[in-house]
C-alpha cells in the first residue's frame, strides 16, 4: 500500500516512537494507524464503540507493542484512564492525532432540525473531546521533549460548508483552539491541523459516493480524497514540518478556491 522505510529507520523514520490515533479503528483515523505503523512506530489505537476494528486493525499493524485502548471523546474520565494506560505501559507519547468525531447530515437552511441534542453531540465530540484529550496527554508529550499533536480537522471550518452547520463551527473551534493551545505547549509539542475536503470514507451517514465524486469534480485537481491521502498528510507533518504549529494545512485538491 505504501512505500514506508523499512522498519521505520532514516531520517524520517518513526522507530522508536509512541503514537496515539483517537477515531483509531476506521476511516482517516485507521489509514493513520497503518502508515504511522509502517513508518516504525508503536500504535496505540484508540476506539469508542469500533473495539472488534480496532483490535483486528491492531493484528494486522507491521511491528510489535501496538494497543488498543478505549477513548470516548464524551467521557474525559475514560480519556484520562487511557492516558494513565499509556504512561504506565510505555511511560511516554511522542504523537498524538485527535481523529475521533461525529456529525449528522443536516440542511443548513433546516435550522429546526438541528436540535440542540445534535448540536451538543458534535461539539462535545469534536471540540471538547480533542481538547480533553490532549489536556490527559500534555504530559507525557512533554516527557519527549519533542512531540507532535495533529488535528484532523476539515475544510468546513473555512468555508462554512459541510455536514451541518453544528459541524462546521465544531472544526472551525478545533482550528481555533489549535492557535490558542501552540502559544502554551511549545517549545516541547507542536500542534498542527490537516483539513481534508469531503473524504472517500462513510463518516457522513447518508452521504453517497456519488456526492463525493460531485465534489472532487468541481475542485481544480480533479481527485476524490482518500483516507490515506489525508494519512500521509499527518505523516508529513509529524516528520517533516518541524518548524510548524498553530496552522492548519488544506487536503483539499484546491477546492477552497
Do not use: W
Amino acid at each position: 500500500m505504501s512505500e514506508a522505510l523499512p522498519g521505520g529507520r532514516g531520517p524520517y523514520g518513526l522507530s522508536g516512537k509512541v503514537a496515539v490515533v483517537t477515531g483509531g479503528s476506521s476511516g482517516i483515523g485507521a489509514a493513520t494507524v497503518r502508515r504511522m505503523a509502517e513508518a516504525g512506530a508503536t500504535v496505540i489505537v484508540g476506539y469508542n464503540a469500533g473495539a472488534d476494528r480496532a483490535a483486528a486493525l491492531v493484528g494486522e499493524l507491521p511491528g510489535q507493542g501496538h494497543l488498543a485502548l478505549r477513548m470516548p471523546m464524551e467521557d474525559s474520565a475514560a480519556i484520562r484512564d487511557a492516558a494513565a494506560a499509556v504512561q504506565e505501559r510505555f511511560g511516554r507519547a511522542d504523537i498524538l492525532v485527535n481523529s475521533a468525531a461525529t456529525t449528522r447530515a443536516v440542511p443548513h437552511g433546516d435550522l429546526e432540525s438541528l436540535d440542540d441534542a445534535t448540536f451538543d453531540r458534535i461539539l462535545i465530540t469534536n471540540v471538547r473531546g480533542p481538547f480533553s484529550t490532549i489536556r490527559a496527554f500534555a504530559p507525557l508529550l512533554r516527557t519527549g521533549g519533542d512531540a507532535v499533536i495533529v488535528n484532523i480537522s476539515s475544510l468546513s471550518a473555512q468555508n462554512g460548508l459541510g455536514s451541518s452547520i453544528a459541524y462546521c463551527a465544531s472544526k472551525a473551534g478545533l482550528d481555533t483552539m489549535a492557535m490558542s493551545l501552540a502559544r502554551v505547549l511549545g517549545p516541547e509539542i507542536r500542534i498542527i491541523g490537516v483539513s481534508p475536503a469531503g473524504v472517500n470514507t462513510d463518516f457522513v451517514p447518508g452521504r453517497s459516493k456519488d456526492a463525493v465524486v460531485r465534489q472532487a469534480a468541481s475542485a481544480p485537481l480533479r481527485r476524490i480524497t482518500e483516507a490515506d491521502d489525508v494519512a500521509l498528510a499527518v505523516l508529513a507533518a509529524v516528520t517533516h514540518l518541524r518548524l510548524t504549529t498553530g496552522t492548519t494545512i488544506l487536503v483539499d485538491s484546491g477546492k477552497h478556491l
